[in-house]
């Protein structure tokens, strides 16, 4: 059983100016919102913390507690056990590609690829970038989809891209 969480941060970061929010890193971006504690804690446990918190630069599609809450019941649970840590980092570091790739980038690479964009995530697996109703969708491996549903957060080392659902590699 696998799950998604790897990336950082959400809304309550919009009444932070971009210029604190520069200093920052990723994680210290998630640490400061409400909407990520479930993603916070997961990065804690998988112990990548100081990887999120090193230069990167990374691009980072964050979910949402309510997106870890459609997960099955019992799978954040289980994947936060000791035991599971490869199993969780291998869901989180899926949420996250090198480099810094803004909203605009992406939407022009959909376009330019003919709607469909694949992405070489962190953990070594793909997602699939797409547009929706004006909307970046990504497809994981699964067949599993997620919104954008906040873009261009950025950070001192990355951007963050917040994420409706949890995203699974296979």
Known sequence: ????????????????????????????????SADHTTLVAAVKAAGLVETLQSA????????V????????????????????KSTLTK????????GTFDAA???????????????KTVSGGTLTASLKSGKVILTDEKGGSATVVAADLK??????????????PK
């Open 1 to 32: 059983m696998k799950l998604k969480s790897i990336t950082l941060t959400l809304i309550a970061l919009i009444g932070m100016s971009f210029a604190s929010n520069a200093q920052k890193t990723v994680v210290d971006v998630a640490v400061g």
């Open 56 to 63: 990167g630069p990374f691009t980072v599609f964050a979910p």
């Open 65 to 84: 507690n309510a997106a870890f809450a459609k997960l099955p019941a019992g799978t954040v649970e289980f994947l936060l056990k000791p035991e599971n």
């Open 91 to 98: 869901v989180l570091t899926y949420h996250v590609i090198a």
């Open 105 to 119: 980038t992406v939407v022009k690479a959909i376009t330019a690829a003919n709607g469909s964009l694949v992405l």
């Open 155 to 168: 950070a001192g080392n990355g951007i963050i891209h917040v994420i409706d659902t949890v995203v699974l």
